[in-house]
């Protein structure tokens, strides 16, 4: 399976190594690496980066995570790396969450969310229904804190944030797929809906 990331100092995308095995759920960390996480579709506990700053980028395999995800959110503060909810190997969804420190090496389990969520957003298969509530994590206290609801309940939605504004893009219930987008921004608590994207999007990446 191939990998492209993009070189700011030159504007250009550069192709880097093939991986071993395919794989899913990424996301970007500081200026070294492109951290990996989960293989396939599948779920598992197996965690892979890709290493930009040696002279040859190479695939590496680091510590895995202490349960077995699939389709579960990934964020990186600072030196963190954040696995939040998912589906297990039953296909039941999480509610747990658990943090990687990049300085030990080491993943260690965070407060469970109030609600199971797979998708990033989600969906609860216990109560067989697509969410739109919203939870914060404040790593100071180790606890959740649930904001305010999104206007349409998301599963598979994109999540990014620019500017201090959060985003989510793109919205299934699993059999559609649509291309709306709302914004969140702390300042205010309110979500907002924001102009559609050209295309309709589930599961895409920031």
């Known amino acids: ?7 700011p100092n030159i504007d250009r995308w550069q192709l880097g190594p093939y991986m071993i095995t395919p794989l899913f759920d990424s996301d970007y960390f500081n200026d070294a690496y492109l951290n990996v996480v989960n293989e396939s579709n599948q ?3 197996s965690v892979h980066m890709l290493n930009l700053s040696s002279e040859l980028p190479c695939w590496e395999k680091t510590a895995a995570m202490l349960y077995t995800r699939s389709y579960f959110g990934v964020v990186v503060i600072e030196d963190r790396i954040y696995a939040v909810g998912g589906y297990n190997g039953g296909s039941k969804s999480l509610a747990c969450a ?11 389990m965070i407060s469970d969310m109030s609600i199971r969520r797979g998708e990033v957003g989600g969906f609860d298969d216990l109560s067989c229904n697509d969410l739109r509530s919203v939870e914060c994590y404040d790593p100071s206290i180790d606890t959740w804190i649930k904001v305010a609801e999104m206007d349409v309940p998301r599963r598979g939605a994109g999540v990014g944030v620019l500017d201090g504004v959060l985003y989510a893009v793109g ?3 699993g059999l559609t797929t649509w291309r709306s987008v709302e914004a969140y921004r702390p300042s205010t608590g309110v979500w907002t809906t924001i102009a559609e994207i050209h295309m309709r999007r589930k599961n895409s990446g920031f």
């Open 171 to 173: 919205v299934s219930n």
């Open 1 to 7: 399976m191939s990998t492209e990331y993009y070189d």
């Open 43 to 45: 779920p598992t506990n």
């Open 98 to 108: 658990e943090v990687f420190n990049c300085s030990t090496q080491k993943w260690c």
